[in-house]
């Protein structure tokens, strides 16, 4: 298996059978690659859609709960025509003691494609070296969780563009502002947008509650890219400028104190009074769960674009599967067809 | 989405894209049409009906376990041809603080129909407004579970008639005795079922023990309906009577003490030695699971209707399912087969 | 149904309907049915695979976990094009104090096959007398695992045969040497497998620590067969005999020290090491899930057959659902085709 920088690109032939680690894998023709096929995958009619995996079997396995990426898996894979099967931790054989290395390798006798949800970093590495079969990481850890960063940035085109244009991201993206607000600091999603978006045409705004700010790790992978970066200390006054805000989760337990939370709060909520003074047009995107950080005021307005985010995982992680899983070949269907 | 009483009646089309949240939902009508739709169902070949709901996608939410009803849903969902994915509350994004809408919207996203069990009366209705799909309540709390009325009146028809004649209920269960029979202070499904059959021309006899006796929050629905009622002490005196006995389940725990649950138990348990004594063809159903208060004797004898209870709930839930997901249109069917 | 030793012979359409609760239910001709049936299933195309059992719907029941057998289970059910619903202990009405009589008769009425994983011996056949529908032992506490023996058998000859041969397992394993190693008090699946090839012409070698030696029970069936028996104290001196090597999980805690432990394993850890001395293609099987006892050195060289034992497992489990579910009947598929 090719977990090299770059080892997906735009030879879709070359995606079958392959694991999904780390964002890294894929250069900028592997990541049009897969939002175009989400797109075209999400303009075909669903009976048609449903042929393309038909009894392909996806194992599901969750060694930490995460209901949103699990359930968006499970239902790209039935999208597709496939079927599931899931692996949670307590019922899982590493309560005996086995390897994560044993179980991905057992899982892979059973299933044509893997996806690995764990709590530890490197372990949708780990698990895909043994696999025999595709595994994709659904977030291990402090580590990777490529399919989100897929699917915020597939968000921001759609939301954007309308879509995957002919010059692919770098196009949908050019020249657009995008604002980072909330917790840059425990906020695993917004360090793997930033590094993805660090190559694009685009200028990064990041507000932060103090001590919460960006990492020194993403804004010097950022500088050494293409985009622009600057920190604000509010979001009131750039909210104009932006054609995009990324709201991350603020846990009001990171704050040192009750008071200090409801103080600074304002600089980082979005409601649906500051979106009045934002650029036209601007969306919302949020990871979710949200708790307070976007007013429920805002969920009737054309930006929040939160649900419809969740949408767009959806067909992305579609076409992820579909990618790796790969068309059976003209002598596959011709052995089925004589009945062979 | 309409909620209001009778807003799902007879005319088929307008069922698509409802959400089912009471019972009151349906006027007799609207009842007549989803049980004759569960005869039809069920008189079809296996392999028709699985062509229904083709590659469509059911979300099960169960907040609280309840194996019967969720295991009823997914068979009702696969036997139609779609596929399921279930959510726990032990998994899920409630744990984050999410809320219930929130989840009810994110998952909507994901699925064609939402399945909701949730301990909070009210919840099904709130799932139902935020969710963009259709949500079906399977329980709220001590609310609603509208799919258990359903199946118990289709049983009701089945075993009395043999199935949903062309007068419909109504036909099916004129001038007939149905007998509650237990607990039925706390038992939801009685309640229910008694408000429903409130309207038609039946004769409702209650057999509680002290203290258990049917509220009178149920009891004054049913005066202002045209069906007859009143209570009586025990169980053996009116045996004779009864086309149907509707047995809940006693809790011991209910009892003041373990003396007086042995001492009036004998008032409200169904045995072979009791049915000797019934009516031709007395129909013994019970919600299920039950404990002591049908003995295992009646098991094999024909009057049992609790296990046929359960393929009934089985074919009513195939029907709401089909009637609010809808066949797809004419344009639906014509965009698939030319791969637009 | 039919629990009496031999019921489940030659004759395939005489599965159809029946459940499997113990290995003895099969004679040689039914252990060779089902094989062969795997074999066929194996050799087909998926695709034609998937049209076998197509919308039948599998209800693995699980009262304690065991994900190996689970998954292997649903993804047999899913190959054969079935659908699957899945039943936790967690979950199940047990805890409202149903009998298992009520749950399995009331699963049978969603589900076309039952498959019963139970802490307590004998849980499979109440089950399986209960429910109008096949039920299958996935393992009943100290008691059977019958499926567990027919994948360990079919791996065999797999192994040692490439399949299954005319002369069916007798041909395949005759004049082979079997040792099991490890602890063989407790592993319940070296007394199934012991007692399966009783009867037929090997050589059974036992190496075991002191204190975990075969039982008499075991040891008396043996030797009431063709097969003879014996035991060693080291694996070492014998491996250059053996034909296979049936390792099984050494608990340490089952030690009186941790000193003796680490005095004894060398006798029965496998390594690559000593499989340098084993006799040319000696394979290494192993229930799953591992700890020590086979070393990972193992893992890359052609003996390991333990992660194919997995393969060969979907496959026998295919195989047993396909009989007992049966093909429908050509009056079945005139009445789908006209649509009746």
Same sequence: chains 1, 2, 3.
Avoid at 32 to 47: F, I, K, S, T, Y
Avoid at 98 to 121: I, Q
Wanted: net charge positive.
């Amino acid at each position: 298996m090719a977990f090299a920088p770059g080892s997906l690109s735009d030879d879709a032939a070359a995606w079958k059978g392959q694991s999904l680690v780390g964002v890294q894998q894929l250069d900028e023709a592997g990541l049009n690659l897969v939002l175009a096929h989400a797109e075209r995958l999400r303009g075909q009619p669903r009976d048609k859609v449903l042929a393309r995996q038909r009894g392909k079997i996806l194992a599901n396995v969750f060694y930490e709960p995460s209901t949103r990426t699990s359930c968006s898996f499970q239902a790209a894979m039935l999208r597709l025509g496939g079927s599931v099967f899931c692996v949670a931790e307590a019922t899982s054989s590493a309560k005996k003691g086995e390897t994560l290395e044993d179980t991905a390798r057992s899982l892979a006798c059973y299933a044509d494609v893997l996806v690995l949800r764990h709590p530890e970093s490197g372990a949708a590495k780990r698990a895909a070296v043994a696999s025999r079969k595709p595994t994709l990481n659904a977030g291990d850890g402090v580590g990777e969780h490529p399919t989100q960063a897929l699917l915020d940035v597939y968000t921001l085109c759609r939301e954007m563009c309308g879509g995957i244009p002919a010059g692919g991201v770098r196009a949908a993206l050019a020249g657009k502002t995008i604002c980072m607000v909330g917790d840059l600091k425990h906020g695993r999603t917004v360090h793997s947008l930033a590094k993805l978006l660090a190559n694009f045409d685009v200028a990064l705004v990041y507000v932060a509650p103090a001590g919460l700010e960006m990492p020194a790790a993403v804004t010097d992978v950022v500088s050494r890219g293409t985009a622009s970066q600057k920190s604000v200390d509010a979001l009131a006054p750039v909210v104009a400028d932006c054609d995009a805000l990324y709201v991350t989760r603020v846990q009001r337990e990171r704050f040192e104190s009750q008071a200090l939370y409801e103080r600074t709060k304002g600089s980082y909520v979005v409601d649906a009074a500051l979106l009045r003074t934002a650029k036209k047009g601007c969306a919302v995107l949020h990871p979710l769960p949200r708790v307070d950080e976007v007013a429920t005021d805002v969920d009737a307005l054309p930006n929040a674009a939160y649900f419809r985010q969740m949408e767009h995982g959806l067909y992305a992680r579609m076409a992820l599967l579909d990618l790796v899983l790969g068309r059976p070949s003209m002598l596959d269907g011709l052995r089925a067809a004589l009945g062979l």
